[in-house]
């Protein structure tokens, strides 16, 4: 069974910088498309960013764009956010995203289009 599992969260002050990792086990490999999301309290899961499998095509939400790199170590299976500029508004639980269907080329930006989903990772960002 596939498992996904983020780190690298934590409180951080506002200007700062912190960079995510998703480590993924469980009988999969480096073909699928990888993607972030976040949650708010009292908001609903929002896109941040997405990887094709082989890393060539990213995609960002408008609010982290210049400020967040997304990317990928196929030979270890995981994924990485990079996060400077940190705003409080970035404050949520960032969870990583697994596609099921292999070899995708291009970047996933909605959270039905991903089959896996790991448990997240805290980011507090304070003013």
């Known amino acids: 069974q596939v498992q996904l599992v983020e780190s690298g969260g934590g409180l951080v002050q506002a200007g700062g910088s912190l960079r995510l990792s998703c480590a993924a086990s469980?009988?999969?490999?480096?073909?699928?498309?990888m993607g972030w999301f976040r949650q708010a309290p009292g908001k609903e899961r929002e896109f941040v960013g997405a990887?094709?499998?082989?890393?060539?095509?990213?995609a960002y939400a408008d609010s982290v764009k210049g400020r967040f790199t997304i990317s990928r170590d196929n030979s270890k299976i995981t994924v990485y956010l990079q996060m400077n500029s940190l705003r409080p508004e970035d404050t949520a639980v960032y969870y990583c995203?697994?596609?099921?269907?292999?070899?995708?080329?291009?970047?996933?930006?909605?959270?039905?289009?991903?089959?896996?989903w790991g448990q997240g990772t805290q980011v507090t960002v304070s003013s």
């Open positions: 469980g009988g999969t490999d480096g073909r699928y498309a």
């Open positions: 995203a697994q596609d099921i269907r292999g070899f995708r080329e291009y970047p996933l930006l909605t959270p039905s289009a991903y089959g896996h």
């Open positions: 990887i094709s499998w082989n890393g060539d095509n990213t």
